[in-house]
């Protein structure tokens, strides 16, 4: 059977993209990689199925949701866990990182700047620790991986949403999570993810 024609469109960043890119290195699979400039985005929004992207293309036609597509990628390229189970854990994982990032974009978003400093102050006090203390007691608990005993996709989003999130805080964020910290670096050490990391376009974020 024939490989696919693939077509991942996004803005020219990482953000909701990124795992997906690291889903098709990983699995050596040929893609067409279309940034799109930002001020072509309110004619092309107008294009896509919901107005959003990242969109897949995949023979000519078009799905979006970041996640269904690193979902299905992952289902067909052997990245979904080894069962039924582990697929419910690795997307478990991942809708729960949804939510932290959900709070983290309320922050960024914030115009006022008394709540933007109330909110990043609770978020730095509560938010960030319940979540990433849950986060590291199930990687160093399961031999430095989110979910089994092999490489998912759940790694790839996690991996993807700490490096962002060391470029917000800074490298030491991390030090008090070092099995979150040495998960992320165990993907970016992966030859392939290296390989794209090192000739992938430098963007902010």
């Given at each position: 059977?024939?490989?696919?024609?693939?077509?991942?469109?996004?803005?020219?960043?990482?953000?909701?993209?990124?795992?997906?890119?690291?889903?098709?290195?990983?699995?050596?699979?040929?893609?067409?990689?279309?940034?799109?400039?930002?001020?072509?985005?309110?004619?092309?929004?107008?294009?896509?199925?919901?107005?959003?992207?990242?969109?897949?293309?995949?023979?000519?036609?078009?799905?979006?949701?970041?996640?269904?597509?690193?979902?299905?990628?992952?289902?067909?390229?052997?990245?979904?866990?080894?069962?039924?189970?582990?697929?419910?854990?690795?997307?478990?994982?991942?809708?729960?990182?949804g939510?932290?990032?959900?709070?983290?974009?309320?922050?960024r978003?914030?115009?006022?700047p008394?709540k933007?400093?109330?909110?990043?102050?609770?978020?730095?006090?509560?938010?960030?620790?319940?979540?990433?203390?849950?986060?590291?007691k199930?990687?160093?608990?399961?031999?430095?991986?989110?979910?089994?005993?092999?490489?998912?996709?759940?790694?790839?989003?996690?991996?993807?949403?700490?490096?962002?999130?060391?470029?917000?805080?800074?490298?030491?964020?991390?030090?008090?999570?070092?099995?979150?910290?040495?998960?992320?670096?165990?993907?970016?050490?992966?030859?392939?993810?290296?390989?794209?990391?090192?000739?992938?376009?430098?963007?902010?974020?």
């Open positions: 059977m024939s490989q696919p024609n693939y077509k991942l469109i996004y803005f020219n960043a990482r953000g909701r993209a990124e795992h997906i890119r690291f889903i098709f290195a990983y699995a050596g699979i040929e893609y067409q990689d279309e940034r799109i400039p930002r001020e072509k985005w309110p004619e092309l929004k107008k294009r896509m199925p919901f107005g959003i992207v990242p969109v897949l293309e995949i023979d000519g036609r078009r799905v979006d949701q970041s996640n269904a597509i690193a979902r299905y990628l992952a289902n067909k390229y052997g990245l979904a866990g080894k069962d039924e189970w582990e697929a419910m854990q690795c997307d478990a994982l991942v809708d729960a990182l939510d932290l990032k959900q709070v983290l974009w309320q922050l978003t914030e115009q006022d008394i933007k400093e109330e909110r990043k102050a609770k978020l730095m006090r509560e938010t960030i620790p319940y979540y990433l203390s849950k986060f590291e199930i990687v160093s608990e399961n031999n430095g991986l989110s979910v089994g005993s092999g490489i998912t996709w759940c790694d790839f989003v996690f991996a993807v949403s700490l490096e962002n999130f060391e470029a917000i805080f800074g490298k030491s964020s991390l030090d008090y999570y070092p099995a979150m910290k040495s998960l992320k670096n165990r993907i970016y050490a992966l030859p392939s993810i290296a390989e794209w990391v090192a000739r992938r376009p430098h963007t902010e974020s």
